[in-house]
């Protein structure tokens, strides 16, 4: 049976516990707000991106002599995962998420007989994995000094990923990141990067008339430059959605915390006013016992 | 202007411009040209340097891009830029820092083309910075 004092300093502590909480949840709706706004700003450049490729798709003829990034190395041995997490934890199961499909993947990918290589950006995602999977770490960027995520980071990583690939240094690239799907789900999803797979051309819309494109330079050539660019706007999107996410599920996590410490002040309040009162009834029973005999 | 077209500038992080505009100069790999309504359709790849629109005032009538394409139709011009910056707000840094990835790639790449097209860029940027008198 635990002291009044002790009952006490439980639930300052319980308190003070959920002062932080609530705090880091009001944090990460903030900053939430923050990254959706930033996700969103950066719909559009996609989505023209995803227009034009498949305008290209459409008018290219042959893939023969494309770049290897479209056609691929004509190999499939060697795969590179990108595992995109967050650099800090707190957030329930967004990184553990995440690392679970990892997981899934490499021994899927070992099972066929696959040489896996994995690039970790974010340092949750490189903890989780690095006990069982270190081996296969070719590089971890890490982005804690990063304040706001910029294209540039997706460059960064874009232009390491193209480096290794110029080096043959892998066949298929995938990235594996958590979509953010709204404020509740954050899905993990795998996407292929390299060999890149273009999107459909848009079905022929016929109330407005069907322009021929010319190109300025060839096709071939304007691809050719597109398509690192294209890795790096993927790159970013999948950035962003993580970040949205992290803090959707961080938020979240920290609410339920907050909950749940919220709870526990009751129950502990409850009990520690019982203990008291037991205490004054001891303490008038025996005032009263002791005045009876005399 | 009787005419216009719709004009959208985007870069990666957000879209810069959306309006309706009557002439926009666009720097093209193969030459600048002036798109203007009902301009043939046609996707272009963008060269590092100022595309120009004149009917727009204040720091949006002339804007540094870098990397990308113009996607014109007839009633609509798109450019997508991976950079782009209001020449107005373009500082020596950025500029001096434009320039030395473009060093950095060319002393890295033994591509043919790559190497080309950087010796391209750093031409156009050195030249840009001396008539911005940017030098530092």
Known sequence: MPSLKDLRNRIASVKATRKITKAMQMVAAAKLRRAQEAAVAARPYAERMNAVLANLNAHLGSTEGASPLLVGTGRDKVHLLI???????????????????????????????????????????????????????????????????????????????????????????????????????????????????????????????????????????????????????????????????????????????????????????????????????????????????? | MAETFKFELVSPERLLVSADVGEVLVPGSEGDFTVLPRHAPVIAMLRPGVLRIPEMSGELAEIYVRGGLADVGPDKLVVLAEQAVPLGKLQREFLAREIKEVEDLLAETQDEDVRRLAVDTLERLLSLRETLNLAA
Do not use: C, W
Request: negative net charge.
């Open chain 1, 83 to 294: 595992v995109m997490t967050a650099e800090r934890g707190l957030a329930g199961g967004f990184n553990t998420n995440v690392a679970r499909m990892a997981r899934q993947q490499i021994r899927a990918l070992q099972a066929q007989g696959k040489d896996v290589k994995l690039l970790l950006v974010g340092r949750k995602g490189a903890d989780a994995l690095r006990r069982d999977y270190g081996g296969l770490f070719q590089e971890t960027v890490d982005l804690r000094a990063v304040r706001q995520i910029g294209y540039a980071e997706a460059q960064g990583v874009a232009r390491r990923l193209l480096r290794m690939f110029d080096n043959g240094e892998f066949d298929v690239a995938t990235l594996l990141f958590s979509e953010f799907k709204n404020i509740l789900t954050q899905k993990p999803t795998a996407v292929q990067l390299i060999p890149a797979r273009l999107p459909d051309a848009a079905p022929v819309d016929n109330s407005e008339p069907h322009a021929d494109y010319e190109f300025e330079p060839e096709e071939e050539d304007i691809l050719r430059d597109l398509l690192p660019r294209n890795i790096a706007t993927q790159i970013y999107r999948a950035m962003l959605e993580n970040v949205a996410g992290f803090y959707a599920a961080q938020m979240a996590a920290m609410d339920s915390a907050t909950r749940n410490a919220g709870d526990m002040i009751e129950a502990l309040t409850l009990r520690y006013n019982r203990s008291r009162q037991a205490q004054i009834t001891k303490e008038l029973i025996e005032i009263i016992s002791g005045a009876e005999a005399l």
